[in-house]
């Protein structure tokens, strides 16, 4: 597995990391711990050295399971995990729109972490959604603070803009923005992507491959089982998935002259966009694990690239990605 360096933080990574959010939030019923575990340890074995995780996510079983199967391998990886939500004094009243990254509590809620992660480091922090409650500025010496105490290493942002992540990178570098990004979310190219490049951040694409559309595997006739979230995203109606094949049938097309699936080449355009890119397809399964990880091996030539981006410019992606409260959280 080849590395790639977030930016200018000195930050590395495999080029392709690993989502662990689908292993028990979020996308149906959670399969079973050990073989949770077991995979996750695979992806280690396999060269995966990123790990991409939440609060949020449960809460805060996912940073445990997380936790538990690397706490063998801490040294060799990077583990990012989120703050930002506001679980009240219960740690029950949870969801994306109830936010606080007040300075105390960060302070307050980055020892959960550490402890369910089973490290003495967070090596990533991200601020998981950009709080209108609080200065940007404060939330970033909140980060150079625990930097300084050693309690984490690097400072990121999710789903920030341009200007937020400007304004934060002024106070406290920032090594890596994450965001959602992918052949049918590219709105990041716009000024987001830009703005990392100027201020030598990292990029790390999230839902590389769709929540799943553009492995082929979903179309409108698949359902979603219980506590899968996809059941309430307007890009995954029945009618929006429909409409939406012809770019997975790209994707399959380019595929089967490179001897590869629609996901690999999903992924190898991602990492061809730039150098400091670093993809987190989640998964729970090993051939799907192993079918990711083949993905950082696929050359894309200029020719392969020019005739994607002609053939996705002639495509209109339909639906929003999400509902209208979490569109106002992110402001897209």
């Not at 990392?196 to 839902?207: A, K, M, T």
């Amino acid at each position: 597995m080849q590395t790639r360096k977030l930016g200018n933080s000195g930050l590395e990574a495999s080029a392709i990391g690993l989502g662990c959010m689908g292993m028990n939030y979020h996308r149906g019923p959670a399969p079973d711990k050990n073989e949770m575990i077991a995979l996750i340890r695979a992806a280690v074995e396999r060269g995966v050295t990123f790990f991409d995780t939440a609060q949020v996510y449960g809460p805060f079983t996912n940073e445990e399971l997380v936790g538990e199967a690397l706490a063998p391998f801490r040294d060799q990886l990077v583990i990012a995990t989120k703050f930002g939500q506001d679980f009240g004094p219960d740690g029950k009243q949870v969801g994306l729109n109830r936010l606080n990254s007040r300075p105390e509590y960060i302070t307050q809620i980055v020892e959960g972490s550490l402890q369910r992660l089973r490290i003495e480091t967070i090596d990533l922090f991200y601020q998981h959604r950009v709080d209108p409650n609080v200065p940007i500025e404060d939330v970033a010496g909140a980060l150079r603070d625990l930097i300084q105490q050693g309690k984490v290493k690097h400072f990121g942002l999710s789903e920030a803009g341009a200007q937020t992540i400007r304004r934060a990178h002024a106070v406290q570098l920032v090594a890596a923005v994450q965001s959602e990004y992918s052949l049918w979310w590219r709105q990041p190219e716009a000024e987001v992507l830009p703005a990392c490049e100027e201020l030598g951040i990292g990029f790390v694409p999230y839902s590389p491959l769709g929540r799943g559309c553009l492995t082929g595997k979903i179309d409108e006739t698949t359902t979603f089982g219980r506590n899968d979230n996809r059941s309430t995203l307007p890009r995954f109606t029945p009618e929006a998935r429909k409409a939406n094949q012809p770019v997975v049938r790209l994707l399959e097309e380019i595929g089967r002259k490179k001897g590869a699936t629609a996901a690999q080449i999903a992924l190898a355009w991602l990492l061809a966009q730039k150098p400091w890119i670093v993809a987190i397809p989640g998964t729970t399964k090993l051939h799907r694990l192993e079918e990711n990880i083949s993905a950082a091996a696929i050359e894309l030539t200029a020719n392969d690239l020019r005739h994607i981006e002609d053939a996705v410019s002639k495509i209109s992606v339909q639906g929003d990605r999400y509902p209208q409260a979490e569109r106002e959280l992110t402001g897209r």
